[in-house]
Nanobody, 125 residues
Framework: QVQLVESGGGLVQAGGSLRLSCVAS?????????LGWFRQAPGKERGIVAA????????YYADSVKGRFTISRDNAKNTVYLQMNSLKPDDTAVYYC?????????????????WGQGTQVTVSS
């Protein structure tokens, strides 16, 4: 069982930055989990934003955020981050942290086992 708690959302102007954090509580080794950030805008399906591997730290980004967002993890703190720069109004959504132990598949089709409650990010124009 894994519990995920996000923080760091808020209201920001276009062009600004935010950093989301997600702290995990787990009885297993945090470093054994693949971690990701997903988002869901009103009227749209939830989709992946970024992911980071448990095995080699490799990362994956949706095309819409490449070059603007950076995912990272601190295994000593059981925390995954999403640094979001050059924010656009289209980035407005609820952002969810997600995790799955020892996941090795495609992130494009990923449906993680564990989810946080979400944090709202609103980007004004």
């Amino acid at each position: 069982q894994v519990q995920l708690v996000e923080s760091g959302g808020g209201l920001v102007q276009a062009g600004g930055s935010l950093r989301l954090s997600c702290v995990a509580s787990t009885g297993r080794t945090f470093s054994s989990y693949a971690l990701g950030w997903f988002r869901q805008a009103p009227g749209k399906e939830r989709g992946i934003v970024a992911a980071i591997s448990w095995s080699d730290g490799s990362t994956y980004y949706a095309d819409s955020v490449k070059g603007r967002f950076t995912i990272s993890r601190d295994n000593a703190k059981n925390t995954v981050y999403l640094q979001m720069n050059s924010l656009k109004p289209d980035d407005t959504a609820v952002y969810y942290c997600a995790a799955e132990r020892r996941y090795r598949g495609s992130y494009y089709y990923w449906h993680p086992d564990y989810w946080g409650q979400g944090t709202q990010v609103t980007v004004s124009s």
